[in-house]
Structure formats: structure tokens, C-alpha cells
């Protein structure tokens, strides 16, 4: 599995069908492969602006850790009236022969702006 938003495997917190996040400096994902043979060497992750792309970071090596923050990301807030940019969270494991599971890809990220301080006016008063 490949899960964007949370570090513990649990269920994404969808709304809409995106997962949607406020930092726009990095993505939390968490990620499972079983190989029963040669078992799991290492995970491979990739973020992108489509399905499977990596045109914001190249797949790299997330170690045997089977969540992480992916970090040093540059990510763009998502306009609401467009859906764009969204971002997707691409991942794949090597086993302990050194072949590469299907690459999976992340339900899309949308980022909106961080919560701000301020009035809340509930009614007409």
C-alpha cells in the first residue's frame, strides 16, 4: 500500500477524493511491500504533478523505513477552481535480489493555505 497524509499506515483522510495538506515544504506518506522470498531491501519514492511522473523529486531511497516525511519539496497551493497543481506520491520496493515491485502511486495531494488567526462571524451580526 501506499498511503499520503499519514506516517502510521492508518486510512487516508480524504475530502473529495483528495488528501488534502497545508505544508507545502514536504509530504508525510506511509508505504508496505511483502516479498516473501529475498524479502525487502529498500523503498524507492518519487513525487510528481500527475499519476507516476517525477518531475518535483526523483524516485529515491527512503531506506527500509516504511514511512516517512519526504522533505525539501517546493510545492505550489492547489487552485480550487482548477484542481492544479495536485501531487502524487510514487513508491516501489527492491527485494534482497534487487528487483523493483510495481511502481504505486498516492491518492492526489491537494495543498491549501495554512490556517490563519483571526475573526470567525456566524450569522448576520
Do not use: C
Not at 35 to 61: C, H, K, M, R
Not at 82 to 105: D, E, F, H, L, Q
Amino acid at each position: 500500500y501506499l498511503r499520503a497524509g499519514v506516517l502510521d499506515g492508518s486510512a487516508e483522510e480524504r475530502i473529495d477524493g483528495f488528501v488534502w495538506q497545508a505544508d507545502t515544504e514536504g509530504i508525510q506518506a506511509s508505504w508496505l511491500a511483502v516479498d516473501g522470498e529475498s524479502g525487502i531491501q529498500d523503498y524507492w519514492v518519487s513525487v510528481g504533478t500527475s499519476s507516476g511522473a517525477e518531475d518535483i523529486l526523483p524516485f529515491t531511497n527512503m531506506g527500509s523505513e516504511r514511512a516517512g516525511y519526504i522533505s525539501g519539496l517546493t510545492l505550489s497551493l492547489t487552485d480550487h477552481n482548477t484542481n492544479t497543481p495536485v501531487y502524487y506520491v510514487s513508491a516501489k520496493a527492491r527485494n534482497g535480489a534487487g528487483s523493483y515491485s510495481t511502481t504505486i502511486t498516492s491518492t492526489p495531494i491537494f495543498v491549501v493555505d495554512e490556517d490563519k488567526a483571526g475573526y470567525v462571524t456566524d450569522g448576520p451580526e
